[in-house]
């Protein structure tokens, strides 16, 4: 049996393309952090078993609750702003069925994933070819860190082939948002860790990371959309910085 686990937030103009292209799955867990559209009704109008929960800043939390709601011995998370294609499903479907089969089977898989900026396929740059593991066994491990969170499992993993289809960013203004409210969430995640940052950092690692994803890692060869793509990762190095600073400061 497989779960997947999507964790919503105002996403209704969205979401049904999610939930369409799971509908494979055996059952479907939303935690929705208090939506105040119609992203909770056109989940259940799909099939799905809704959990209303506030996210407080802690999406690994977010995940472990859905984890702790999941029947399923396999769990599968995808995000609101992704999309399975039929030949993930079907590869996912194959690699559990197969697992009941074979001795020393691995319990989680990573998946590559594909970013799209404006109808692009982004090919170059950080974002491309990006491994998030996101299928394991239930009781497999728990997800850390509440910001960039990860799932820490115990036990042999492996990678699918077939890519999961990433559309982050409707356009440049939620583009914008998104990287203001991520940066104040790790700018005091870094806080709370007792990480400071020298002050030739502020500058310095944003031209870095703009010359490192629009130069070293070809982000030019997408055109204007790498362009874009590099600047904004840029700013939300500064901002995680700045914001990290004014909170040492402040303190």
């Not at 998104?178 to 030739?200: G, P």
Request: charged share 25%.
């Amino acid at each position: 049996m497989i779960t997947a686990v999507v964790l919503s937030r105002n996403d209704a103009e969205y979401i049904g393309r999610t939930l369409e292209s799971i509908h494979w799955c055996d059952e479907v867990v939303v935690i929705d952090d208090d939506s105040t559209d119609d992203t909770g009704a056109i989940c259940e109008r799909f099939g799905a078993r809704v959990y209303v929960r506030a996210l407080h800043k802690d999406f690994a939390s977010q995940r472990n609750f859905g984890l702790s709601k999941a029947r399923g011995e396999w769990v599968f998370f995808v995000d609101s702003d992704e999309i399975v294609s039929s030949q993930l499903a079907s590869e996912i479907q194959l690699v559990v069925k197969n697992a009941t089969k074979m001795p020393n089977a691995n319990v989680g898989y990573f998946v590559r994933r594909k970013d799209f900026f404006g109808g692009r396929w982004l090919l170059h740059g950080e974002t491309a070819n990006v491994r998030l593991l996101r299928l394991a066994k239930r009781n497999a491990g728990i997800w850390m860190r509440p910001v960039h969170e990860v799932w820490k499992i115990t036990g042999p993993v492996g990678i699918l082939r077939e890519p999961l289809l990433h559309y982050p960013h409707p356009d440049v203004a939620q583009f914008i948002d998104s990287i203001n409210w991520y940066s104040t969430v790790n700018a005091q995640y870094l806080f709370r860790q007792k990480i400071r940052e020298s002050w030739w950092k502020i500058p310095v690692y944003p031209a870095a990371k703009f010359f490192y994803n629009y130069i070293c890692r070809l982000g030019f060869l997408d055109g204007t959309a790498g362009a874009v793509v590099a600047i904004m990762m840029s700013f939300h190095s500064f901002l995680t910085r700045a914001k990290l600073w004014k909170l040492w400061d402040r303190d």
